[in-house]
């Protein structure tokens, strides 16, 4: 194969249009004194060995780019070297010329492609070259086939900047640990991939986002994505194939119009090792751990000097973190020694039971915090002498959540029944109502409280919970307290309504902000029916459907060894957009089949 054809690849009307530039527009070491700021990025003017070279020594080969201008090396990660080596290339400047050189040998016969995007800019404005590919080969032939691609974080399926695409031969669920890929690519700002001159055969495929920049997956440290299937690429490599063009990022029109083969979701995986790490005394008589691992089996806890039964527990939903609290208002020592038995993994990899002294101390700030109110009564706050408790009554979604109640600290005494709760109609007339008492499954010490009739526009509604009802672990009493809600009445206010059909599975429901990094609502459904989201200001929002699989209303990540991957997630699209734009005073109507969006 003669290198010749593979002269395209160096963009001849860029090198054409640098050459007709007045020499007085060039950039320099020395800034021009005057006229309009340099906004061209720099342009190659010769690649040494040329584009489609085969035969290249494996014993320390050079690269060498020549430049119109004066360049200099902006991101060292950018020159990325595919197949990778065990250790990166190294880049330096000679003059206009950039030079790669390898501190290994090369493999024989193979082909490599050395990738420059987002690796170097002019020396003086700072003018980012847009990146260009060269490639070549240590035997005889120059392999043709491509792939293209798209990796996104499995929650959001927001793009992955910057991770790294694996392509393995061996199929061995080991590969990805052990050995450097066969080929590989880094994602663009809009999380894209493109790896192109592979070999046409069968690949196991992989993402990482490598912390480490060592092309190995480390479990317990950084986020993988695989395909579920072997994939093997259909797709001839030539110049003029869109995907693999450089665009400017921030063109989104150019940027989206590419097509993607393949899809992969991003996710982290379980800690494959258990144990203890971290620990801290937080109050007098709360503390918590934190376990490396989720799903932590307890067999025995305890504190040294006290009963079992004076120990208050509780995990979150995960399992991997366990706050404790003592029931006993007598003073408790400076350091409480909790005896803990629970599975831990050992030095051959196996969890085993195992039991530990953990050490509770206050922090040097706590324990000089604690003196100064044992010496001055008058440092005291008034929440360090009562049950202190938050609670939230949010006009928007109280038909749903209710009355929100949460106390700091354990509740070792409650009066639910004192709860007084009120209306009062647009008439001034007040009347009394009845509520119930919802405990979180999750936080022993969060509560709802919810009216047992419906609400009413135009009402004003209170919860009175009054004076010294409930003690907490430190022996305090509550202060009283009323909240006060109105629906809200706002007529330029809006609502969603999903009107869903084929519910064959669980299903949690989350209304997200425009950026996807927050939650607004959620609901969990498990059969047809609509689903509300009312009161929405006018904006942007996303729907987010993940399919809880295993009903245990959380979202489940996946496991690599196992073949598993996170449980799927899909966001609502109008006109194949996930933004969902809402005008003032509309009531927009969707019918979704959940079983047609999850096939």
């Known amino acids: 194969m003669k290198p010749s054809k593979f002269l395209p690849l160096i963009p001849a009307v860029l090198i054409l249009g640098s050459l007709m530039l007045p020499s007085g527009c060039a950039n320099t070491t020395t800034p021009p004194s005057g006229g309009d700021k340099d906004t061209i990025p720099p342009v190659i003017r010769k690649v040494a060995p040329l584009p489609g070279t085969i035969n290249v020594p494996v014993h320390k080969p050079k690269l060498v780019f020549t430049f119109n201008e004066y360049v200099k090396i902006k991101d060292a990660n950018g020159v990325f070297l595919s197949p990778p080596l065990e250790k990166k290339p190294k880049a330096s400047i000679h003059g206009k010329s950039v030079v790669v050189t390898f501190e290994s040998d090369l ?26 590919t060269l490639v070549f080969s240590t035997g005889d032939q120059i392999d043709s086939m491509c792939v293209t691609g798209l990796v996104q974080d499995c929650n959001t399926l927001m793009p992955m900047k910057g991770a790294t695409v694996l392509l393995y031969k061996d199929q061995a669920d080991s590969a990805v640990f052990l050995r450097r890929p066969v080929a590989a690519a880094k994602t663009d700002d809009w999380g894209f991939f493109s ?9 196991r495929v992989y993402a990482l986002k490598d912390e480490n920049n060592n092309n190995l997956y480390d479990p317990d440290n950084e986020r993988v994505a695989f395909l579920d299937t072997l994939f093997r690429p259909s797709i001839v490599y030539n110049d003029s194939l869109y995907e ?27 800690p494959s090792k258990q144990m203890i790490v971290k620990k801290e005394r937080v109050g007098e008589r709360t503390a918590y751990l934190t376990f490396m691992a989720p799903e932590t089996n307890i067999h025995d806890l305890r504190i040294k000097g006290l009963p079992r039964e004076k120990i208050i527990r509780q995990f979150n939903l995960q399992k991997d973190s366990l ?165 809200p009445t706002d007529d330029k206010l809006s609502s969603i309504t999903l009107e869903l059909s084929g519910v064959r599975n669980k299903y949690i429901i989350d209304l997200l902000t425009e950026k996807r990094d927050k939650i607004i609502r959620s609901f969990i459904v498990d059969k047809d029916g609509p689903v509300v989201f009312p009161y929405l200001k006018s904006g942007s929002y996303c729907i987010r459907i993940t399919e809880d699989l295993n009903r245990n209303n959380m979202v489940d990540t996946g496991h690599l060894l196992e073949h598993r991957q996170p449980e799927k997630v899909r966001f609502f699209k109008l006109e194949d ?23």
Not at 195 to 203: G, H, L
Not at 580 to 598: G, N, S, T
């Open 107 to 132: 493999d024989s016969n193979t082909t490599y492609t050395l990738d420059l995007t987002g690796a170097i800019a002019d020396n003086n404005e700072g003018n980012l070259f847009p990146g260009y």
């Open 323 to 487: 706050e404790l609290w003592v029931n006993d208002q007598r003073k408790m020592p400076d350091t409480l020694q909790l005896v803990i038995k629970y599975d831990k993994t050992d030095t051959t990899g196996k969890l085993k039971p195992t039991e530990e002294t953990v050490k509770l101390f206050y922090s040097k700030e706590q324990r000089a915090e604690l003196m100064k109110k044992q010496r001055d009564t008058r440092s005291r706050k008034h929440e360090d002498t009562i049950a202190v408790m938050t609670t939230k009554a949010d006009p928007a979604t109280i038909e749903q959540y209710g009355y929100d109640i949460e106390f700091k600290y354990p509740l070792i005494e409650e009066a639910w029944d004192s709860l007084r709760f009120r209306s009062v109609n647009p008439r001034q007339q007040e009347a009394k109502g009845t509520v119930t008492m919802i405990k979180d499954s999750t936080n022993l010490r969060h509560f709802r409280v919810m009216p047992t009739e419906p609400f009413q526009v135009g009402y004003d509604y209170f919860l009175k919970i009054p004076y010294r009802k409930f003690r907490d672990v430190n022996g305090f009493y509550n202060d009283s307290t009323e909240l006060k809600v109105t629906l």
């Open 195 to 203: 790896i192109r001159n592979i070999q046409d055969t069968i690949y």
């Open 577 to 599: 957009k996930f933004l969902i734009k809402v005008l003032e005073r509309a009531e927009m109507v969707w019918q979704i089949d959940m079983e047609e969006m999850f096939r």
């Open 244 to 270: 693999f063009k450089k665009f400017d990022m921030k063109d989104t029109a150019l940027c989206l119009a590419r097509k993607a083969q393949l899809e992969l979701n991003v996710f982290r995986e379980k």
